[in-house]
């Protein structure tokens, strides 16, 4: 597959050893991941809401938790895409396939020297437009920080506007750009502790992020070719719901740049080519800092 390398981000202090990732993902309920552990320690948040084993196709979405794969939108009609909330039919050993009016998508799944590797393919009509992310709701603790390359443009999305100065959204915009890692002077990359605030936002171009947690790191890294690839991030932070509001961080490599579709402008999502087919990766990789078991 071919793909480029985004700028690196730093590292954690201290020498890091490889740490083993297992995953564990359920066909029938979209191709949820449900499991993604290492050295002991659970990666995946599990939400509070019932009812996800009894979803039906374009339901509202059911904050589970784990990782929901989200197309050909995010936010938007149908809410978190259409293939979250359909069962997926297995194909051979890790590979799944759920089909679209639209288009097919087909995931292989594998466990690559410790590593977690998501091998997908879209086939669609030539021109067909598409948002696509790994929705990965994590576990972290309130000293948590998500590491991306400074300068990074990043877009606000409009829950942010009560967190600026009055009369710093822009009227009738859907977003508000800034520079990683406080976009409008508004800091995103403390994850924690619970402030009552719920910020998502974008980074634009940037298809490597880190997330630190005390001396464990997990690293998600998005390859594609000739497509535009982001980070999305939901800080949720006891925020939202406005009732039982509760806390829960996504990290999300992404396909695009924007949450909906429908505010997508040109370059703002990916654009199925002549070939018919899109062809991505998703690297999730984890380490912890010598001298921790």
Do not use: K
């Given at each position: 597959?071919?793909?480029?390398?985004?700028?690196?981000v730093d590292?954690?202090?201290?020498?890091?050893?490889?740490?083993?990732?297992?995953i564990?993902?359920?066909?029938?309920l979209?191709?949820?991941?449900?499991?993604l552990?290492?050295?002991?320690?659970?990666?995946?948040?599990r939400g509070?809401?019932?009812?996800?084993?009894?979803?039906?196709?374009?339901?509202?979405?059911?904050?589970?938790?784990?990782?929901?794969e989200?197309?050909?939108t995010?936010r938007?009609?149908?809410?978190?895409?259409?293939?979250?909330?359909?069962?997926?039919?297995?194909?051979?050993?890790g590979?799944?396939?759920?089909?679209?009016?639209?288009?097919?998508?087909?995931?292989?799944?594998?466990?690559?020297d410790?590593?977690v590797?998501?091998d997908?393919?879209?086939?669609?009509?030539?021109?067909?437009?598409?948002?696509?992310?790994?929705?990965?709701?994590?576990d972290?603790?309130?000293?948590?920080?998500?590491?991306?390359?400074?300068?990074?443009?990043t877009?606000?999305?409009?829950?942010?506007?009560?967190?600026?100065?009055?009369?710093?959204?822009?009227?009738?915009r859907?977003w508000?750009t800034?520079?990683?890692?406080?976009?409008?002077?508004?800091?995103?990359?403390?994850?924690?502790?619970?402030?009552?605030?719920?910020?998502?936002a974008?980074?634009?171009?940037?298809p490597?992020v880190?997330v630190?947690?005390?001396?464990?790191?997990?690293?998600?890294e998005?390859?594609?070719?000739?497509?535009?690839?982001?980070?999305?991030?939901?800080?949720?932070?006891?925020?939202?719901?406005?009732?039982?509001?509760?806390?829960?961080?996504?990290?999300?490599?992404?396909?695009?740049?924007?949450?909906?579709?429908?505010?997508?402008?040109?370059?703002?999502?990916?654009?199925?080519?002549?070939?018919?087919?899109?062809?991505?990766?998703l690297?999730?990789?984890?380490?912890?800092?010598?001298?921790?078991?």
């Open positions: 597959m071919a793909a480029t390398r985004s700028a690196s590292e954690p202090g201290g020498p890091q050893r490889p740490v083993p990732l297992r564990v993902a359920d066909a029938a979209g191709g949820r991941w449900t499991s552990r290492g050295g002991g320690r659970e990666w995946l948040w509070p809401q019932p009812g996800r084993g009894a979803v039906r196709p374009d339901a509202a979405f059911v904050d589970a938790g784990g990782l929901e989200c197309l050909p995010v938007g009609v149908p809410d978190h895409g259409e293939v979250w909330s359909r069962p997926w039919r297995e194909t051979a050993p590979e799944t396939v759920v089909v679209r009016p639209d288009f097919t998508l087909t995931r292989r799944l594998r466990e690559r410790g590593a590797v998501a997908y393919r879209l086939t669609a009509d030539p021109g067909y437009r598409f948002v696509w992310a790994a929705h990965a709701l994590l972290l603790s309130p000293a948590a920080r998500l590491v991306a390359p400074a300068g990074t443009p877009r606000l999305h409009p829950e942010a506007a009560a967190l600026l100065p009055p009369d710093a959204w822009p009227a009738g859907p508000l800034g520079d990683w890692p406080a976009p409008a002077g508004l800091a995103l990359d403390a994850l924690g502790p619970d402030d009552g605030t719920a910020v998502g974008v980074l634009v171009d940037c490597r880190r630190v947690d005390g001396p464990d790191a997990l690293t998600l998005l390859e594609c070719a000739d497509q535009p690839r982001a980070t999305a991030l939901w800080r949720n932070l006891r925020g939202w719901p406005e009732t039982d509001p509760y806390r829960s961080i996504g990290v999300e490599p992404m396909l695009g740049r924007a949450f909906d579709l429908a505010d997508a402008g040109p370059g703002d999502t990916a654009v199925v080519p002549a070939s018919g087919e899109v062809a991505w990766r690297t999730v990789s984890a380490h912890r800092s010598e001298g921790h078991r």
